[in-house]
Nanobody
């Protein structure tokens, strides 16, 4: 499955952004999709993951209550709604495909190119 993240941009602290992850391939609905973020020079950080059918979700503590992950398998899309953004949310955001509710980026098999989110104070 081929993935592409989009929707990043510049936003002020307290604002919102909605990221999208679109996929090519008929097997999209078989995969759990996760979002990660990375600041240059730092480890890739888990943000959220959603089950293949969209019935289950898991979030990093740092984004719980502010971010919401959802998916539309008919449109081969996973979204990440980000509210109450903070400067520390600034990073390149990536979506990736896996087979379980994993927070370890090494468990993900397919990655899209990232999209940059910048939150100004």
């Amino acid at each position: 499955v081929q993935l592409q993240a989009s929707g990043g941009g510049l936003v002020q602290a307290g604002g919102s952004l909605r990221l999208s992850c679109t996929a090519a391939g008929r097997t999209f609905s078989s995969y759990y999709i996760g979002w990660f973020r990375q600041v240059p020079g730092s480890e890739r950080e888990f943000v959220a993951v959603i089950g293949a059918s969209g019935g289950g979700r898991s979030y990093a503590d740092s984004v719980k209550g502010r971010f919401t992950i959802s998916r539309d398998n008919a449109k081969n899309t996973v979204s990440l709604q980000m509210n109450s953004l903070k400067p520390e949310d600034t990073a390149i955001y990536y979506c990736a495909a896996t087979t379980g509710y994993y927070s370890d980026y090494t468990r993900y098999d397919y990655w899209g190119l990232g999209t940059l989110v910048t939150v100004s104070s």
